[in-house]
């Protein structure tokens, strides 16, 4: 191997016309596969009438989203629990809603409405439910990635064997703060999964114009911590991962980071395929989808006689109407009173609002 070859990802990950085929499920569950299928539709249709909202101008804030990529946020959710403490960057309702977090209030939180995660005050990059783990997201590029560290710490101090998880894409790997907490976490040996969501964009500037290599695995490894790079539009390749790792922080074997390389449809922030902030992306895209994560494990399960397409379909509508009545339901929902411009964001002495 040249020195060269160190800088890149391995099996051809980065190939698009590679990895079409149905997933590998051997070993599986069904049950659990269907559950993750079902994620995943959830997590692409609430992203979709973001899209179309965006369009019809019924939203306003920015929304970033990551269709194409479900299996990512579905397979690392898989071994974790309430308990544990999760943080997104600006592209995280996959990561809210593979947890548990309510449709509901996914899209009341980007119509602005009181009945949203963070109470009409967010938008959709400030996502926040305690009660299903996912602990916030935020728009500055890694900003997120030391509160997670710092959350593993306090996860290693309380004894619990909760982990801490923290997702950011491959532009984050430019900020100073990210390799400075790759190195106190496999220092302190805490509990912390590095999640990177590798689709070769940071905003409209390709990998090939920032890194001398597109695998970012290479920086974890450098601190001598556990690195997986694989395809991250394998629900099951991610879900084996995450469990490895998952189960190693819990038993003290401290950090793992996992570069999961997938490839958004939309462009960097819109609902907008062809663009990427007026950069193209050629005929990639085109190619990248057949490397449909949802596409792809419903052929598996084909493939093995377990589910149908046909079957497939009518999960799909079944989905599709449950979206349609959360929207309808975000729509008529109460905006916040004026008060809660401050009620909501300052504190009190002793705790509580006004």
């Known amino acids: 191997m040249t020195e060269h070859d160190a800088l890149m990802l391995p099996d051809h990950l980065d190939q698009p016309d590679a990895y079409r085929a149905p997933i590998a499920i051997d070993g599986a569950d069904l049950e659990v596969l269907i559950e993750q299928l079902r994620a995943m539709l959830v997590i692409r249709k609430a992203e979709e009438k973001i899209g179309d909202m965006v369009t019809a101008g019924k939203i306003r804030c920015p929304a970033h989203l990551g269709i194409g990529q479900e299996a990512i946020a579905v397979g690392v959710s898989s071994p974790l629990r309430a308990s544990d403490r999760v943080f997104g960057a600006h592209r995280s309702h996959s990561h809210f809603l593979a947890l548990g977090g309510s449709v509901d209030g996914l899209f009341a939180e980007v119509l602005g409405r009181v ?103 290479r920086f974890a490894r450098a601190h001598g911590m556990p690195a997986y790079a694989l395809d991250g539009n394998d629900v099951r390749a991610m879900t084996l991962a995450a469990e490895e790792a998952v189960q ?12 999961a390389v997938t490839y958004r449809w939309r462009g960097h922030v819109g609902p907008r395929e062809d663009m990427d902030v007026g950069v193209r992306r050629g005929d990639d895209l085109v190619i990248w989808k057949q490397r449909d994560p949802v596409g792809r494990l419903v052929g598996a399960l084909a493939a093995r006689g377990w589910f149908s397409h046909d079957a497939a379909a009518a999960l799909d509508r079944e989905v599709q109407d449950e979206i349609d009545a959360a929207w309808q339901r975000a729509e008529v929902a109460p905006f916040p009173e004026t008060a809660a411009l401050l009620d909501l964001v300052y504190a009190l002495p002793g705790g509580g609002t006004r």
């Not at 491959?170 to 990177?196: K, R, Y």
């Not at 190693?248 to 570069?259: K, L, M, T, V, Y």
């Open 248 to 259: 190693r922080a819990r038993a003290g074997g401290g950090p793992s980071f996992i570069e």
């Open 115 to 217: 009945t949203g995660s963070s109470k009409g005050m967010g938008g959709s990059m400030h996502l926040f439910d305690q009660t299903v783990g996912f602990l916030g997201s935020v728009p500055i590029v890694g900003a997120s990635v030391p509160v997670a560290t710092g959350a593993g710490l306090a996860a290693k101090m309380d004894g619990r064997g909760d982990v801490a998880v923290s997702y950011f894409g491959d532009g984050a790997m430019e900020e100073g703060a990210l390799h400075e907490s790759l190195n106190l976490a496999m220092a302190l040996q805490l509990p912390v999964i590095f999640v990177c969501e590798n689709n070769f964009f940071a905003s409209h500037l390709h990998i090939s114009l920032r890194q001398p290599g597109n695998s970012l695995a």
